[in-house]
């Protein structure tokens, strides 16, 4: 369960500051799905950042099942990242030069599990999503749909509680798009997952339990 | 996974990685093919000066000459004079056949004493020291015209123009003579010849030589006339074991042949005689030119320089590294070479090597800045990130380690191969204190000068060089040496050279971790491709 309590995120630079986030307070209760939506630089990737422990507010606090995100350290948050939350990006993001597997596998180094339970989860996690078959291949092997198969499985490998994804379906065609949106949603409903996506797309929005609004940093409810 | 992933990115990224393993390789390699000639170099200089002054001489000590117009006696003109007796008439009644040798000490050189040679040996640090008296041995012979008309009568003076006759014989003996007015032709030759301690083995001149044929000088030998020579003197000269040599008028019997240990360079000098036999025919009793001395050990040679600098005046004491640098010749010029291209070409390359590992490490990480960024966002933590870019640095410095290290060992086996020959002038401290300017101008060691009367008295000046500095100092101490260039490859060189790719690895390795470290994860969410 996360709790934002009044969490701001002021980015300043030379001559400007950008409020990014304002007051944002929030609870997001485990295993709930929700969809974040809003104008382009409204802070939605901003939002995202704050739940994924990969920045940290300007003010505010943020606590994930008890513990608050906000005091930790920098290596804490880091493996607070690396057993906890699950991150897919609109971009992939894979390593160009590792091989589907070995991009899975990676999600498991922090984990330190050793290689031979390393290769047989990322192994299961890739079958998971369809692409036991292109284990081998590197990511420029694969088209965009399975390239964020990959991405997905990577995300969901060391079995978070929380999977963040920040437009997942951005750079995909139509029809892959609901293929992942299912893949996706699958996944959120076998294994228990809070799932929060941030998204353009009112038709994936509206398979969301909840839809957050974000707009010039304020957040709201749509009903 | 460090491994695998570091694989992954040196096979994927080949480019960047030769590039990177080139500059390494050719640094390293430079750095040992240098390091190996200039080794090399230092082991032919050492070689060169062991053939003059001995294997285990650590220092030397002579007289610092006086000058010219000193109070020795030593810069004087030199001069032969024949008494009627001297010569055997001709036939004709008109001429006489004239053949003398004398035994000096080389010109320009001081003299030690006994004394002083005592006194080395008492000093503490020294282990054993030796005196050798270093003469030149100049034999006239040729036709004079007979002097019935000279100043007295019975008595021909020759003196070198150039200086001021003191016999006068010229000036006043104008029906013959040097001058040319009588038609006279005589020839002048010299050589080196070192008196030395037959009872001296362990320091000096001769422990650096393999005999060759008969025996060595020995106690046995003390006080009598007998010469080892240096055997290219010996084949020039076509003198074997058993013949005779006249120094000074005396008949010495030749009882060895000894060469240098490397046999393409000559000895100390061409004859070899006990060093009181020298002392007595040259009438230069107790003196010394040099004392060579061996000190218990490396480390006191310093210290021993320092005391025996204190306990004798008007002396020269020079160690061996002092002594490198008398050693002139293309060898010197190669060692400079080496020295100074050779080290800057290194370290330029070197310094380029390590700057294009940088540069290439940097433009890596900030190229990868989303994959690092991803890497931290699921949870990587920044020291292996860096270790990661180190660990791909290092291999790549690595890489390039091992390839300079073959090309380096090419290299070196190359210039083996090839072994260019050297040549090593030394001018011995005789020659170098006393010789002046003419000195290093590396007259050969035999210097034969013959003059027709008639020619003029111009060229008489030449041969005899007069009261020129020339002739005694360079003459008789420089000796030149032919050695082939060896470089030689010792483990350490090339542990250093890998070490130093490595180094640059590592230092690349470092800088690039540390940008990647500073990379905040939300880069990777920001940075869409
Ligand atoms: N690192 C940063 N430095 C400065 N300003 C930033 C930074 N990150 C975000 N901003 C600013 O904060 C605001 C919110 O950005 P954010 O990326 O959260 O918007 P977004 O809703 O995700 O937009 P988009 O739909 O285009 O992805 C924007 O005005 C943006 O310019
Ligand atoms: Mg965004």
Do not use: C
Not at chain 1, 58 to 87: C, M, P, Y
Not at chain 2, 96 to 124: C, F, H, I, P, Y
Request: proline letters at 3%; hydrophobic letters at 40%; charged letters at 15%.
């Amino acid at each position: 369960m996360y709790q934002l309590t009044d969490v701001s995120r002021v980015y300043k630079q030379k001559n400007r500051t950008v409020t990014a986030l304002k007051d944002v307070t929030l609870t997001i209760p485990d295993g709930q799905m929700v969809a974040i939506q809003g104008p382009t630089g409204g802070g939605k990737s901003t939002l995202l950042q704050m739940l994924g422990a990969l920045d940290r507010p300007t003010n505010g606090a943020i606590e994930l099942d008890g513990t608050v995100l906000t005091k930790l350290g920098d290596a804490k948050l880091g493996s607070v990242r690396g057993s906890d939350i699950g991150i897919v990006f609109q971009g992939f993001n894979l390593i160009p030069t590792l091989t589907a597997q070995e991009n899975v596998e990676t999600a498991l180094v922090p984990q330190k599990a050793p290689a031979a339970e390393r290769a047989q989860r990322a192994r299961a996690a890739l079958e998971s999503v369809g692409l036991g078959e292109r284990a081998e291949h590197l990511p420029g092997e694969l088209s965009g749909g399975q390239q964020q198969r990959v991405a997905i499985a990577r995300a969901l490998v060391k079995e978070p509680r929380v999977l963040l994804a920040d437009e997942p379906t951005g750079n995909l065609d139509e029809e892959t798009r609901d293929e992942i949106m299912e893949l996706l949603e699958g996944l959120w409903r076998d294994r228990g997952l809070t799932l929060i996506i941030v998204t353009h797309d009112s038709a994936v929005a509206r398979r969301a339990q909840r839809r957050l609004h974000i707009k010039q940093g304020h957040v709201r409810e749509v009903a | 996974m460090f491994g695998r992933y570091l694989r992954r990115e040196l096979g994927n990224r080949r480019r960047q990685t030769v590039i990177i393993a080139i500059g390494m390789a050719l640094a390293v390699a430079l750095v040992i093919v240098v390091n190996a000639v200039s080794a090399g170099v230092k082991d032919a200089q050492a070689q060169a000066l062991a053939s003059v002054y001995g294997v285990g001489t650590d220092i030397t000590v002579t007289s610092t000459p006086q000058r010219p117009d000193g109070t020795t006696g030593q810069g004087g003109p030199q001069q032969f004079d024949f008494g009627a007796q001297d010569g055997s008439t001709s036939t004709d009644g008109e001429t006489q056949e004239v053949n003398q040798s004398r035994l000096e000490v080389a010109r320009g050189s001081g003299t030690l004493t006994a004394a002083n040679l005592a006194t080395v040996a008492k000093t503490d640090g020294v282990a054993s020291a030796t005196g050798v008296l270093s003469l030149t041995n100049s034999t006239f012979s040729g036709t004079l015209p007979t002097f019935t008309q000279g100043q007295d009568g019975t008595q021909g003076g020759f003196a070198g123009p150039g200086q001021s006759s003191d016999s006068g014989s010229t000036d006043s003996a104008p029906t013959g003579g040097a001058d040319g007015a009588g038609g006279s032709s005589f020839g002048i030759e010299s050589f080196t010849v070192l008196g030395v301690d037959p009872t001296a083995d362990a320091v000096g001149p001769l422990s650096a030589v393999t005999l060759s044929d008969g025996v060595g000088l020995d106690k046995s030998d003390v006080g009598k006339d007998v010469a080892v020579l240096d055997s290219s003197y010996a084949t020039t000269e076509d003198l074997a074991v058993g013949d005779t040599i006249t120094l000074a008028d005396t008949d010495f019997e030749i009882v060895g042949i000894v060469a240098s240990t490397d046999s393409s360079s000559e000895t100390a000098a061409n004859v070899y005689i006990p060093l009181d036999v020298a002392q007595t025919l040259s009438g230069e009793e107790d003196a010394l030119t040099s004392i060579y001395v061996s000190a218990d050990s490396a480390d006191d040679i310093d210290a021993v320089q320092t005391a025996l600098e204190k306990k004798l005046e008007n002396t020269t004491v020079s160690t061996q590294a002092d002594l490198a640098s008398t050693v002139s010749g293309s060898l010197s010029s190669a060692g400079s070479l080496v020295a100074n291209l050779g080290t800057w070409l290194s370290i330029l390359v070197l310094a380029a090597a390590f700057l294009i590992a940088i540069l290439f490490t940097i433009s890596g990480v900030t190229r990868r800045t989303r994959e690092f960024g991803t890497l931290k966002a699921i949870g990587w933590s920044n020291r292996r990130i860096v270790g990661q870019v180190a660990g791909e640095s290092l291999v790549q410095g690595l890489i390039g380690g091992a390839v300079g290290a073959v090309v380096g060992l090419a290299g070196v086996l190359i210039v083996n191969l090839v072994a260019p020959t050297l040549s090593a002038s030394v001018g011995s401290t005789g020659g170098r204190m006393g010789g002046g300017t003419d000195a290093a101008a590396g007259a050969a060691p035999t210097a034969a000068a013959s003059a027709a009367a008639g020619d003029g008295t111009g060229q008489a000046a030449g041969g005899f060089g007069g009261g020129g500095p020339g002739f005694g100092g360079g003459a008789s101490t420089s000796s030149t040496t032919d050695i082939a260039l060896h470089a030689p490859i010792t483990l350490w060189i090339i542990a250093a050279a890998v070490g130093l790719a490595l180094l640059g690895g590592l230092l690349a390795g470092a800088i690039g971790g540390w940008r990647a470290s500073r990379l905040r994860p939300a880069e990777a969410l920001r940075s869409v491709a």
